[in-house]
């Protein structure tokens, strides 16, 4: 069930500035260079640049292996 007035849901990170945990603005999700997938965006209060990062490591897409080619009988 959705609350009224909210269409979609709004991560939550700790704002290191305001010191108290608040929702997400202008999130966009990321995966950093290790992987992993994480929510970046900004404090609706000061607007200081909040980064969550989330659990699991992001699907990656594996290349398809060639068909194995069968050995030639001597």
Same mark, same amino acid.
């Given at each position: 069930? %959705?609350?009224?007035?909210?269409?979609?849901?709004?991560?939550?990170?700790?704002?290191?500035?305001? !010191?108290?945990?608040?929702?997400?603005?202008?999130?966009?999700?990321?995966?950093? !260079?290790?992987?992993?997938?994480?929510?970046?965006?900004?404090?609706?209060?000061?607007? %200081?640049?909040?980064?969550?990062?989330?659990?699991?490591?992001? @699907?990656? &897409?594996?290349? @398809? &292996?060639?068909?194995? !080619?069968?050995a030639?009988a001597?």
């Amino acid at each position: 069930m %959705t609350r009224p007035g909210r269409n979609s849901y709004m991560p939550e990170g700790y704002c290191v500035k305001c !010191k108290a945990k608040k929702e997400i603005v202008d999130a966009m999700e990321e995966v950093m !260079k290790n992987g992993r997938k994480a929510i970046k965006g900004k404090c609706p209060t000061c607007g %200081t640049v909040m980064f969550k990062i989330l659990g699991g490591k992001a @699907a990656t &897409t594996t290349p @398809a &292996t060639p068909p194995v !080619k069968p050995a030639a009988a001597n």
